[in-house]
Nanobody, 117 residues
Framework: QVQLAESGGGSVQPGGSLRLSCAASGSISSIYRMGWYRQAPGKQRELVATITRGGTPSYTDSVKGRFIISRDNAKNSVYLQMSSLKPEDTGIYYC???????????WGQGTQVTVSS
């Protein structure tokens, strides 16, 4: 089992910034990918960004150039620096951990991000 602890959500005006953090604990694999998903009201959960253990990031098109995903392997942690936030970025952001050896997937409890004037 893997537990994910998220922090950093909140409310911000359009154009503002927020930084999300997620720390994994428990049975951590030697090969895993972490990332962030979000779910807006009335919509399906969607991928925001992922990053491999080697540090290769991947972003959904709508956040490219505005969000930066990073990780600290020593802390089994992943971060999402969000800048130039837009109202359409509003939603619950979920940390995701995927064990690439077993295909096991774990989710954090979610943290609310609200972008509104």
């Amino acid at each position: 089992q893997v537990q994910l602890a998220e922090s950093g959500g909140g409310s911000v005006q359009p154009g503002g910034s927020l930084r999300l953090s997620c720390a994994a604990s428990g049975s951590i694999s030697s090969i895993y990918r972490m990332g962030w998903y979000r779910q807006a009201p009335g919509k399906q959960r969607e991928l925001v960004a992922t990053i491999t253990r080697g540090g290769t990031p991947s972003y959904t098109d709508s956040v490219k150039g505005r969000f930066i995903i990073s990780r600290d392997n020593a802390k089994n942690s992943v971060y999402l620096q969000m800048s130039s936030l837009k109202p359409e970025d509003t939603g619950i952001y979920y940390c995701n951990y995927e064990n690439l050896l077993t295909s096991g997937v774990y989710w954090g409890q979610g943290t609310q991000v609200t972008v509104s004037s």
